[in-house]
């Protein structure tokens, strides 16, 4: 069982930056693919980013790329999402998930396990 906790979240203006950490419970942690997803107001979960066990895959959803950096401290069990240049249509409940496979995977159905999600707003 691996539990997981968002961190990070709050409000920032169109353009500013904000980190989001998850921390996981277990001591697989360092096996395990890990994806964040999002979930704006009145639309489905979709995907954002991936990154593999080893840190040496990542995946991300084309309206991201280039802004959103995925990255992982195994040591920390700990996974990361810089995001920059951060615009109002990013604004949404972000949340971490875990694949016991340990690949980057883009579908929800993929990932064993999910937190809480926390709260990102970006304003205009």
């Known amino acids: 069982q691996v539990q997981l906790v968002e961190s990070g979240g709050g409000l920032v203006q169109a353009g500013g930056s904000l980190r989001l950490s998850c921390a996981a419970s277990g001591r697989t942690f360092s096996s395990y693919g890990m994806g964040w997803f999002r979930q704006a107001p009145g639309k489905e979960r979709e995907f954002v980013a991936a990154i593999s066990w080893s840190g040496g895959s990542t995946l991300y959803e084309d309206s991201v790329k280039g802004r959103f950096t995925i990255s992982r401290e195994n040591a920390k069990n700990t996974v990361y999402l810089q995001m920059n240049s951060l615009k109002p249509e990013d604004t949404a409940v972000y949340y971490c998930?875990?694949?016991?496979?340990?690949?980057?995977?883009?579908?929800?159905?993929?990932?064993?396990?999910w937190g809480q999600g926390t709260q990102v707003t970006v304003s205009s």
């Open positions: 998930a875990a694949d016991r496979l340990g690949s980057t995977r883009s579908r929800q159905y993929e990932y064993d396990y």
